[in-house]
């Protein structure tokens, strides 16, 4: 889809603090999405700890929907009204992250999924931050339809926070930090970025994965040999994943985050990871949107999805096309990473 120029689509910008180019940010630029509902606002305390983690400059986006197709055109008066209170309402929402970091706002205008896809592409966005729903309030659905096509036509990786989620605290903290590992490259990329946010907030940084039960083609019921092949199949894999995880731990021995390992045997394991998330009290988790599979023809993979579906905790996915970002992160220094301490007001 090609890009449109700026100008004619940028209504008006503020900005809070000092701006921060991102190109000296280690990550880049993070945006947030809101849409003036009380649900979408949830998404502001995950994005000021993420932002303020990775030092990245923050824009909060707005994007006023005009007319229907074929519809009168709106009242010119009706229209600067309703630019300026959008205005006002992020230069609010700016002001609540005073003090941590960069936050600039900017409103635009036009069908709201696709100018935050283009608005992302032309500023070079990293991190896409986004409530599961928003101004039309929970349905059926796990993501409204606005949240769907991010999710699916948003560039870079992005933050998916459930309407459900908390919005006590001005910026998040996180205490327990889930990393999904399959032993693929795609799956591993990730651990810088969590390494970073995990020490940042003094969080524990848990390493997760699941020994699925193989399959083995039945015709029938399986036999003895059929029972035993498959209970050596998964202490053989079982073996490979601790010997895996291990290696990650000893990559990640230098970390000011304390590092856990976790081996889970049986069981589906996009359901197992989600069950795990519960048990655990997770705070955020950090995966990839692929794994082993790397299909190009979908924009998550199938552990991915199924947890996006079924978000309870806020989700931090990684596309593939991101890994210049968690190259960066990984040689930023990590001196004054840790964000300060804060009660909740």
């Known amino acids: 889809m090609p890009i449109r120029p700026r100008d004619p689509q940028r209504l008006s910008s503020g900005k809070a603090d000092v701006p921060v180019s991102p190109a000296e940010a280690p990550f880049g630029r993070i945006a947030a999405c809101l849409d003036g509902s009380e649900a979408g606002e949830r998404i502001l305390p995950h994005a ?7 030092q990245a400059p923050l824009t909060l986006l707005r994007v006023l929907e005009g007319r229907a197709t074929g519809g009168a055109p709106p009242d010119p008066l009706e229209w600067d009204i309703r630019r300026r209170e959008s205005r006002d309402y992020l230069e609010r929402l700016a002001e609540r992250g005073a003090g941590e970091g960069s936050v600039e706002t900017e409103v635009i205008e036009g069908e709201a999924a696709e100018e935050i896809c283009q608005w992302a592409r032309h500023h070079d966005v990293a991190l896409t931050v986004l ?3 928003g101004v039309s ?5 796990s993501l409204a339809s606005t949240a769907r096509k991010l999710v699916e036509g948003a560039p870079g990786s992005f933050l998916l926070v459930p309407a459900a989620a908390s919005a006590k605290e001005r910026v998040a903290r996180y205490r327990r930090l889930l990393v999904p590992v399959d032993g693929s490259p795609l ?16 969080a524990e940084l848990i390493l997760a994965h699941v020994v699925p039960v193989p399959e083995l083609t039945e015709t029938g019921p399986l036999d003895a040999d059929d029972l035993d092949l498959q209970e050596r199949l998964i202490r053989r894999n079982e073996r490979v994943a601790n010997e895996y995880l291990d290696r990650l731990r000893e990559n990640l021995a230098d970390s000011e985050a304390p590092v856990r390992a976790l081996v889970l045997r049986g069981g589906d394991v996009r359901s197992r990871l989600a069950r795990l ?3 655990e ?5 950090v995966l990839s949107a692929h794994g082993h599979s790397a299909r190009a023809d979908v924009s998550l993979g199938s552990v991915t999805a199924y947890l996006v579906a079924r978000a309870q905790t806020p989700l931090l996915i990684v596309r593939r096309r991101a890994a210049a970002s968690m190259r960066r992160v990984a040689r930023a220094g990590r001196e004054d990473v840790r964000l300060p301490s ?3 007001p």
Do not use: K, N, Y
């Open 187 to 202: 799956a591993e990329r990730v651990l810088p970025l969590a390494r970073r946010l995990a020490e940042a907030h003094g």
């Open 137 to 141: 309030g929970e349905t059926e659905w």
């Open 48 to 54: 000021l700890a993420v932002a303020g983690a990775l």
């Open 131 to 133: 409530c599961s729903h």
């Open 342 to 344: 804060q009660s909740t």
């Open 277 to 279: 998330i519960a048990e």
């Open 281 to 285: 009290g997770v705070d955020l988790v």
